[in-house]
């Protein structure tokens, strides 16, 4: 098996802009004494690092990337949108939507992020590699045609899917987001299309607080293509599973899709900060093997994931790693320090049945 490792130093260089956590410095918000945004280059440099360190990096290929064109990226943003992004880097950069600070090359490392995505996608499609995984960064998934947020400032995915379809190389997609944040901008781009199922498994009323509602099942020509799975705070290991075995993987052989795309985020980890769930490394082990499982049967295991959130720096290296060993098949591991701690921790029995009955709940809504 192939697995490709799309990654670029210069997306490591993407600045956050004088943040505080989530606050903007200023009045009694002191400066940060480390990398100010949650969303900072370490979590993905140091899950590269950990890659190289233990060998893995061997075993797979790491191609280029060239950043997306202006017509790819024209395709799901306005130009208005890009113009006045453009023209804010010019000014040395700033802020547009909601917490999406950038310097002055912040366009050309977001169009840098979303050509990693694409050229990950492309050579699945293309045959060219089994799998790949895109170490994407600024992140995309919240991003709207024309309102960035949620650190995100192009919408990677889209962009990369639209390249695809756009060159005749996909028709029917299936993109699953496990970050533990709504996929509003992905969501919201495709509410009204029966080409592209969009699945958010998400903890509910996080970011964004208004959105990811299980009825929002889409719209129009789009309604039932869309599909929320909000789980409540303090979901772990067996409440992912079972969402994926209840929800995700019938949906995926319901729409039999060309390929799958999953963004891929991190934050539902037990430990990180701007999430409450109760994730670990073998969580998105076993996530990923279930997902490869569903693309080989579906289509020909067309599988590519991009990189989205997860803001721990001791523990995004770990699960990024057990993704890849398992994207490739890998004997070498990465045995995580905190896997003890996180399974120690997960939840009991009656939270876990309480989990499961809304799980359940869902999956007869489907039915019907």
Known sequence: MRTGFFVNERCF????????????VGGLMQPASGAGLPENPET?????????????????????????TQEDILRIHPASYIDTFRQKCAEGGGELGLRTP??????????LSAGLTKAALFDVL????DNAYALSRPPGHHCLPDFPNGFCLLNNIAIALEAARAAGLAHRVAVIDWDVHHGNGTEAIYYERADTLTISIHQERNYPRDSGDFEDRGAGAGEGFNLNIPLPPGGGHATYLEAFERLVIPQ????QPDAIVVACG???????????MMA???????????????AADLCEGRLMLTHEGGYSEAHVPFCGHAVLETLTG?????????KDRIDGQQPGPRFEAYCATLLAEMEAALDH
């Open 266 to 276: 991190f934050d539902a980890s037990g430990v990180d900060p701007l999430g409450r």
């Open 330 to 338: 890998s004997d070498i591991r990465a045995p995580d320090p905190l």
């Open 280 to 294: 670990g490394s073998d969580t998105f082990r076993a996530m990923t093997a279930m997902t490869m499982e569903a």
């Open 13 to 24: 260089w993407h600045s956050g802009g004088n943040y505080s956590f989530l606050v903007p």
């Open 252 to 255: 995926l052989y319901t729409f």
């Open 102 to 111: 950038f310097g002055p090359d912040g366009y050309e490392i977001a169009a």
């Open 44 to 68: 993905k440099r140091r899950f590269r690092n950990l890659v190289e360190v233990t060998g893995l990096m061997g075993e797979l290929a790491t191609p280029s990337a060239a950043p997306a």
């Open 126 to 129: 293309q045959g060219r590699l």
